[in-house]
């Protein structure tokens, strides 16, 4: 049987090609708001690090009605640190909206997403967005496409795939170029027409597939995924089991069922095939589970998405400035709240570490990680977190490591100083293409990840903040050598205290400071860095002596240049391998492993001897 009164589509795209933007107008115009109802941009980026910061980071669902049928919305992140969010969410749909920029065209996370969902087998609606850009290439884009689709081996229907032309900020839609939309009319009609409606058995046993967790206080995990047959209902008993562990399941009771209708979970007494829903009573229910009829045991095979790449030690905070800010400082609090987190996130593995205060936390990348730290941060957690390593794999006998797909935009005085950078952090170049009138250059490299760390903030002073930058894992490849990751020292606090302005002012001649005056430091704290690949130890708590001499300058004022604040990404990528970022909810230092002078003095002569 099919639901001609129900589609499921998610809008998949790279980063900042204007999905939650279209979802928005998508709602205005599918009647979820009253006339005269105030609303806010970018609705669907609920969490607050995605409005500060605004990207998408979770899955979100809504649903808006048109023409008595009701549509699923999936907006789904863009950053390929949360490819896992995006995998799993294409499990629930029957097709997709890619949607491409006009001016930049298809980039590294376009091709990721689009790979994920062909693999599935699902219709695509291309849609190109921001028509009304200056720099809008409008009679590229549309040929670019074509030719990822090609080169990911798409069917011949999906080559076919309609192509839409859009201005998600104007909310219009039009099938020509050369038409100018008024709404999105055109967008609603190509979902209703072209993707296919949900089918499956209604009289059948119960089947769904959990591809969502979410968590509330009151009433515990709540499991989200669409109905794969049969109906669900309020109080129903029910079976909980897993493709990958058929022979475990377990009974549970299905206490509450809602529906998303726009921005609100509506409760429903039952569901049927094909709705997506959110259930809570199922306690023990976890991502790739399957919930089915007691009489009829029948797991779904879950997509298996792809493995971490990466991996930061996270430990309980130790330096002498430790309980201060946080609410949650134990080991104990800290490994509770990475193992719930788990619950949620199916990207991310967490194992205990070598030590008892700390826990080996791997995921997607650099950003994947540092918004679990941002979150933690600002729920009250105090840690320390070490610099980001590389998982490696035995392939064949060989020892492998993650490679990036880098696409790089950049203005053509800047190529010189990108490539060389690149080249000699060992990328490979595959593709250099003049664009925007042959005044920037497009180039395209693979990379090993371990030697992109530390070069996105060079790459913004060397294209003086006009070049982009985008990478997305491509695979893993036989490991191609040491690098040295960091050309540049640190300068190291060598006593405890508050910094003076003429401390941080004698220190100042050495390199950019990351701290100023009046700041409490500790010993072995790093308040700068040295532009020499060495560490100095600096006293930034040194007072002037006052003598009953004076000289000449003596009253002159002490000119201090602004300090260097990191935000979280920064540090991270900053911090060698015996330095540690020490994160609380108020401050973000940076410190050696080994705090005390001394002992860091004494084990670097120690190294020296046995010549490592």
């Not at 800290?334 to 194992?351: A, F, G, N, P």
């Amino acid at each position: 049987m099919k639901r001609e009164d129900l589609r499921n589509v998610a809008i998949i795209a790279h980063v900042d090609h204007g999905k939650t933007t279209l979802v928005d107008e998508m709602l205005k115009q599918g009647g979820i708001y009253r006339e005269n109802q105030a609303t806010e941009d970018r609705v669907m980026d609920s969490n607050a690090i995605e409005k500060e910061r605004g990207i998408t980071i979770l899955a979100k669902n809504t649903a808006v009605h048109y023409k008595g049928v009701k549509v699923n919305i999936i907006d789904t992140p863009g950053h390929a640190d949360f490819g896992g969010e995006v995998e799993r969410i294409l499990k629930m749909v029957n097709g997709v909206i890619l949607l491409v920029d006009a001016a930049e065209g298809p980039m590294p996370q376009t091709r990721f997403v689009l790979k994920k969902a062909l693999e599935m087998d699902h219709r695509v609606i291309v849609v190109v967005n921001k028509i009304d850009k200056p720099d809008a290439r409008l009679d590229e884009v549309g040929d670019e496409v074509l030719e990822l689709l090609m080169e990911l081996d798409a069917t011949d229907e999906q080559l076919d795939s309609p192509v839409l032309w859009c201005s998600g900020r104007a909310g219009t839609a039009a099938y020509s170029p050369f038409e100018e939309g008024t709404n999105l009319e055109p967008l609603f009609d190509t979902i209703l027409n072209y993707i296919p409606a949900p089918e499956g058995e209604i009289d059948a046993p119960l089947q769904m597939l959990v591809s969502s967790i979410d968590y509330n206080d009151y009433v515990g995990r709540i499991g989200i995924g669409r109905i794969e047959r049969g109906v669900i209902r309020q109080n129903q008993e029910a079976v909980i089991c897993n493709f990958h562990s058929a022979d475990e399941h377990k009974r549970t009771k299905i206490v509450s069922i809602s529906q998303i209708d726009g921005l609100r979970r509506v409760p429903v007494t039952e569901a049927k095939m094909g709705d997506i829903i959110c259930f809570s009573g199922a306690e023990s229910i976890s991502i790739g589970d399957t919930i089915t009829a007691v009489d009829c045991i029948e797991p779904l095979e879950f997509v298996k998405v792809s493995e971490p790449t990466m991996e930061m030690t996270f430990s309980v905070n130790d330096s002498p400035f430790a309980g201060r800010e946080g609410k949650f400082v134990t080991s104990r609090q800290l490994r509770d709240r990475l193992y719930k987190e788990l619950l949620k996130d199916v990207s991310l593995r967490v194992e205990d570490g070598e030590t008892t205060d700390s826990f080996k936390v791997a995921g997607r990348g650099e950003m994947h990680l540092s918004i679990l730290v941002e979150n933690m941060r600002r729920e009250g957690y105090e840690l320390t977190v070490s610099t980001p390593r590389v998982l490696f794999k035995e392939i064949e006998g060989k020892l492998c490591e993650p490679i990036e797909r880098v696409e790089i935009d950049v203005p053509n005085d800047s190529c010189g100083p990108v490539m060389e950078k690149l080249g000699a952090r060992k990328g490979e170049l595959l593709n250099m293409n003049p664009t925007a009138g042959g005044v920037r250059t497009k180039l395209e490299y693979l990379i090993p990840t371990r030697c992109l760390f530390g070069y996105r903030s060079e790459f913004m002073t060397d294209t003086r903040g006009e070049g982009i930058i985008n990478s997305s894992f491509d695979s893993y490849e036989p490991y191609k050598g040491d690098i040295v990751r960091r050309f540049t020292g640190s300068l190291v606090a060598s006593e405890a205290g508050e910094s003076t302005s003429y401390g941080v002012f004698n220190a100042q001649d050495r390199g950019t400071m990351f701290i100023s005056n009046q700041c409490p430091v500790y010993e072995g704290m790093i308040v700068g860095e040295n532009p020499k690949l060495e560490d100095i130890a600096v006293n930034v708590c040194k007072e002037k002596h006052l003598t009953a001499v004076r000289s000449k300058g003596a009253d002159e004022a002490l000119r201090l240049v602004p300090a260097k604040i990191m935000t979280l990404e920064e540090a991270i990528e900053f911090i060698a391998d015996d330095e540690l970022i020490e994160v609380t909810p108020k401050s973000i230092r940076l410190r050696k492993r080994i705090l005390s002078t001394d002992a860091r003095y004494k084990l670097a002569g120690r190294l020296k001897k046995e010549g490592k």
